[in-house]
C-alpha cells in the first residue's frame, strides 16, 4: 500500500501551503483519510480527516485555517492550509482516519516537511 506525501516547505507566517498524498486505490476507497503531523519531541497527532462520503473533520488548532479534501478519481488527499503558524511547523503524514472504524497502516510512508518561520 502507497502512502506518499508531498507539497511541504518553507513559508513564512501567514502563508499557504497545499499537501497531496497519493493512495493506493483499494486503501483509499475503502477509507475514511486523515492528515497528520508530529513535531520534534512530540506525538503524532491528527489534524484532519475526512470520510469516504467527504465528511470532513478538524482539531480545534487548525479549525478555519485548513482544509481537507478528496479526489476519488485520483486516489488523492488534499489538506490546504492557510494562515500558517510557527507552531504548525512539522513534518506531515497522511494515513486512514481512525475516527469511524477505519485501520490505521502500519507504515507510514515518509512524510512532507513544512517549516513555518520568518
Known amino acids: 500500500v502507497q502512502l506518499q506525501a508531498s507539497g511541504g516547505g518553507l513559508v513564512q507566517p501567514g502563508g499557504s501551503l497545499r499537501l497531496s498524498c497519493a493512495v493506493s486505490?483499494?486503501?483509499?476507497?475503502?477509507?475514511?483519510m486523515g492528515w497528520y503531523r508530529q513535531a520534534p519531541g512530540r506525538q503524532r497527532e491528527l489534524v484532519a480527516g475526512?470520510?469516504?462520503?467527504?465528511?470532513?473533520g478538524y482539531r480545534a488548532s487548525v479549525k478555519g485555517r485548513f482544509s481537507i479534501s478528496r479526489d476519488n478519481a485520483k486516489n488523492t488527499v488534499y489538506l490546504q492550509m492557510n494562515s500558517l503558524k510557527p507552531e504548525d511547523t512539522a513534518v506531515y503524514y497522511c494515513?486512514?482516519?481512525?475516527?469511524?472504524?477505519?485501520?490505521?497502516?502500519?507504515?507510514w510512508g515518509q512524510g512532507t516537511q513544512v517549516t513555518v518561520s520568518s
Open positions: 494515513n486512514a482516519d481512525p475516527t469511524y472504524g477505519s485501520k490505521i497502516l502500519h507504515s
Open positions: 486505490k483499494s486503501f483509499f476507497s475503502l477509507n475514511d
Open positions: 475526512i470520510t469516504r462520503g467527504g465528511r470532513p
